[in-house]
């Protein structure tokens, strides 16, 4: 491997990397037994559509199947159809429903776990019940794939709900009426700004208790809550209050090693966007966990906060674009490609520290194809190697 490739930081000052030689070690298996962790995955454009930023989602079919089947070996559910997978920012409900049936089919032909999103993204906005029909047809559309259903926050009913009790009645009449208990997503507007004031406040403790609320009414129906506030505290507040039997799924791609890890009242499991980039190592230090050694699992996972901080920071939506670009350095795409164009939501500076701090964890399987490809990014870029 060649000695160093020069990374650009902000400002254009250039400073020398050094490729890691080897990979961490990576070993598939069975399903994960002390947490139940999924992975929310990215889709793969195809980069030979003619489409515009504007245009329906043009997927690679064949190479997101192929990085939903690498996340199941490695014992990872699959959380699909999740904003990780550009629900509304390029993916659009019609190319949305096509992912869920194509991957739940999917999961069922190598007995992987999937879980899909439902939300409301036929619509604009809608009386609240115009956004229960659309969240049922979506709903429908995931228990006859035989998945299971995330309710999603809804982008409608957060521009429709006059209080509380619009969003008391629109998730009740869905929890009574879905098949199978289901995961509750509660978004934040960090990751999409359309959600302020989900749950009829932006006072979060004021939001906490109606979301709350919702669970109490309808625990049989409720199997966990996906939390994704970046908030630990708050986070560990809501799984104590918990009804028992209501698992906390750990949407905090900040705090997730000690929110996964728990304490003397209880832990979270996970379901994480930085799952996606992750995998491998993520699943190596769940099995650490499975064996009882807290500490080992930390000495695995938390090195990765920094990385995770790194392509969730403001803004935070902007997320996913990393997530591609480091699927991609990783060999599980043949190119860096978005739908919706979305490759060009970050800067070169931040490109550059991505690589860097993932190539220091090991994650790519082969460490000269990363270089190689970020040395290519960078001549693009018009950086002299």
């Known amino acids: 491997m060649t000695a160093t490739i020069r990374l650009p930081g902000v400002g254009g000052e250039l400073r020398d990397h050094t490729p890691r030689s080897e990979p961490l070690a990576a070993v598939t298996g069975g399903a994960l037994a002390s947490r139940t962790v999924f992975s929310a995955a990215h889709v793969v454009a195809d980069p030979y559509a003619d489409v515009s930023p504007d245009s329906p989602a043009a997927v690679d079919w064949d190479a997101t199947l192929a990085f939903r089947r690498h996340l199941w070996s490695h014992g990872l559910g699959v959380a699909e159809a999740m904003d990780t997978a550009q629900r509304g920012m390029g993916l659009d409900w019609a190319g949305a429903a096509e992912l869920i049936r194509r991957s739940a ?31 049922e047809e979506q709903l429908a559309v995931v228990e006859e794939s035989g998945a299971q259903a995330i309710l999603m926050a809804s982008r409608a009913l957060a521009k429709a709900a006059t209080g509380p009790e619009d969003y008391l009645e629109v998730y009740g ?16 507007p960090m990751f999409d700004p359309a959600l302020d004031g989900y749950w009829g406040s932006s006072d979060l403790d004021a939001a906490t208790e109606v979301f709350l609320q919702v669970i109490a009414a309808h625990p049989d129906k409720v199997d966990g809550i ?24 750990t ?36 099995r650490v966990l499975d064996t009882g050694d807290v500490r080992g699992f930390r000495e695995l996972l938390d090195p990765t906060v920094e990385l995770s901080r790194h392509l969730f920071q403001t803004p935070t939506r902007f997320y996913k674009t990393g997530v591609v670009f480091l699927a991609w350095l990783a060999g599980h795409q043949s190119h860096f490609t978005m739908v919706g164009g979305l490759q060009s939501a970050r800067s070169l500076p931040h490109f550059a520290r991505a690589y860097e701090l993932a190539d220091g964890l090991g994650l790519f399987p082969d ?6 490809r970020m040395r290519t990014m960078l001549t693009l870029y018009g950086v002299a190697q």
């Open 226 to 249: 996906k939390v994704s506030l970046l908030d630990a505290r708050r986070e560990i507040d809501i799984r104590r209050r918990l009804p028992r039997g209501v698992r906390c799924y």
């Open 367 to 372: 460490p000269e194809l990363a270089a190689t």
């Open 251 to 286: 949407g905090d791609d900040f705090n997730y090693p000690e929110l996964i890890a728990g304490d003397e009242q209880g832990f979270s499991h996970a379901l994480l966007g930085i799952f996606d980039p992750l995998g491998p190592l993520a699943a190596r230090a769940v």
């Open 173 to 188: 009449h869905l929890l009574r009426q879905s098949s199978d208990p289901v995961i509750l997503h509660w978004l934040g």
């Open 105 to 135: 089919a999917e999961a069922k032909a190598v007995g992987g776990r999937i879980a899909c999103g439902v939300g409301t993204d036929q619509l604009t906005e809608g009386s609240p019940g115009e956004i229960r029909k659309a969240y």
